[in-house]
């Protein structure tokens, strides 16, 4: 269904109500019997594993893992977002008990190959491979959601967060493991990325959500490889002001075309998937609300596929994103023009080399700034110019 911008408001403010009963639900689920019969279950979690390849591309056949027999709440995960293989890797994922800091004598069966390093979540683990058989110590660190499969880095600035998805087309998977690679939708969103990031800053959008505790903005991309069955299809981007106890905050989805614009936005709730999506009509804004339901910035999908980003309050200001003027038929993957009231317009283009782990991102063609990456783990490991050092939400 789609919604004008008065229903959106409407939606949204409902959801607040909403919000404020399921506040009464969770205190009321607290009580003494609830504890007791949650602690009749000992507490698990899902940890992921992949076995990086000697010789990339080589082909595991029938690999396995095996639990330790004496590990009774240890269970191999089977399913295609479990367990499988790709010219670089080959991944499994245990359930296991939260209550041992590490599960000693897992055993690997590779499949044949040869294999040079062993990731848990983003950290490399010592192991052993003697023939066919791989064996380590498993650390059990506990979380919402294992990172062992996901290849996004995190730039932190102040109130800003952009993540980049790096898009690996011999690590493609679910919905894009087969058909047309969305080259042009992925680079259209890297630069998207970074062209909002020079709106939000000259709008001051950033240093106001920081600086009154009300989050940190996040830009973000799609995923092409599939981490723990997260389809990110179709390929889109957000702009997400996401709460200091992310649940309730906005996600947009900004859905991307194959000739690099932009058609269409979803709007889900973090952490309450039981409230419906919103789908906006191109054209209409859409509010960014911080947790005290106040309006922070606006949002709009124009109809020929471009992006307003407007800032709310007494300093109303906006900046319109375009394609770069070099632009035929791939929009924003050929750059981002970012237009700001009384400023000089700003360029905006990325190159991301996969093989080698850089990012390079050019700002009215100055020198690139360089953000240097493990291609392993896409794990952060230089960025020039440096990130700031400043201090978190939680302890702000």
Known sequence: MIFSQKQIRRRFAERFVFLAGMSLAICAACCPQAASAQSAAPATTV??????????????V???????????????????????QNPWEVFFYLRVPTSEKSIPGIRVNPGGIA???????????????????????????????????????????????????HAYKD????????????????????????????????????????????GTIHLMGFDTNYPLGHEDSPPHIHIILRWPHFAGSQAPHLYLT???????????????P????????????FPAEDYLGQEVYQTTVERNGTLLIERSGTKQTACRL??????AKIGFAAGVTVQCDGATDVHVHTLDNTELGVLQV?????????????????VLISANPALPTFAPESEK
């Open 62 to 84: 029938h690999a396995t893992i095996e639990a330790p027999a004496d590990c009774s709440q240890c269970a191999v995960l089977h399913g295609s977002f479990y367990e499988g």
């Open 115 to 165: 294999i040079r390093a062993v990731f848990v979540e983003k950290n490399s683990i010592p192991f052993s491979q003697n023939g066919n058989s791989v064996e380590f110590e498993l650390p059990v660190d506990p979380r919402e959601r294992s990172s062992t499969l996901e290849l996004q880095t995190n730039l932190e600035w102040p109130g800003l967060t952009v993540r980049i998805e």
């Open 258 to 272: 194959s000739a690099g614009l932009l058609r269409g936005d979803v709007v889900t709730v973090d952490g309450l």
């Open 362 to 378: 050019w700002v009215n063609s100055d020198a690139p700034e360089v953000y240097r990456y493990s291609p392993d783990t896409a």
């Open 322 to 327: 375009y394609p770069a003027e070099s632009a």
């Open 274 to 285: 039981n409230i419906g999506k919103t789908t906006v009509a191109d054209g209409t804004a």
């Open 171 to 214: 690590r493609r998977a679910g919905p894009y493991a087969r058909g047309p690679w969305p080259a042009t939708e992925r680079q259209a969103a890297l630069n998207l990325e970074f062209g909002l990031r020079a709106a939000i800053r000259f709008l001051g959008l950033d240093q106001e959500v920081y600086s009154q505790g009300l």
């Open 47 to 60: 940890v992921g594993i992949k076995l990086m390849k000697s010789q990339r591309g080589a082909l595991a």
